[in-house]
């Protein structure tokens, strides 16, 4: 099942209040990363988030710390 399809599939839940979810966006990258003093070009945003995606840890969840860890690690890479 895709990422869309997983939505879908609990998208009348969602509205009515019965499930929960938590969306981080590029912008919130961007933020963060102008906060920290960093530059990054759209693909690191885009890096940054798929990075923190497939680190996620469900017991720990996504936090600003995993944003800004990262947004470290791409531009240490640099």
């Known amino acids: 099942m895709s990422e869309w399809e997983h939505i879908e599939k609990y998208k009348e839940q969602i509205i009515a209040g019965e499930a929960i979810v938590s969306i981080w966006v590029i912008d919130d990258i961007k933020q963060l990363a102008e906060q920290m003093g ?13 990075d923190v995606e497939h680190g996620f840890d469900a017991s720990e969840g996504i936090s600003w710390d995993s944003l800004e860890y990262a947004i470290d690690q791409i531009t240490e890479d640099v």
């Open 38 to 50: 960093k530059t990054l070009t759209h693909d690191q945003q885009i890096e940054a988030l798929g």
